[in-house]
């Protein structure tokens, strides 16, 4: 299942491999897509919903990111 969503804090593609890799290290993450453009656009394929809370708390193992959910 794919899901959209949009991480703020994005800034470079340094940001984009550190929380790509912070994400994907979830046991349920299968592949998470992070864009520059538009900065901080996200598609997340996972084996099992997530709530944003879940996702947030995988991305607070890194400093100044924060999630939300896209339609």
């Known amino acids: 299942m794919k899901q959209k969503?949009?991480?703020n804090g994005i800034s470079?593609?340094?940001c984009v491999?550190?929380?790509?890799?912070t994400l994907e290290k979830h046991p349920n993450i299968e592949k998470a897509?992070?864009?520059l453009a538009p900065k901080g656009a996200t598609l997340i394929t996972m084996n099992e919903a997530l709530s944003v809370a879940e996702l947030q708390r995988q991305l607070d193992k890194l400093k100044g990111y924060s999630i939300t959910e896209r339609n």
């Open 12 to 14: 470079c593609r340094g």
């Open 17 to 21: 491999a550190r929380v790509k890799k």
């Open 5 to 7: 969503f949009q991480i």
């Open 33 to 35: 897509e992070i864009f």
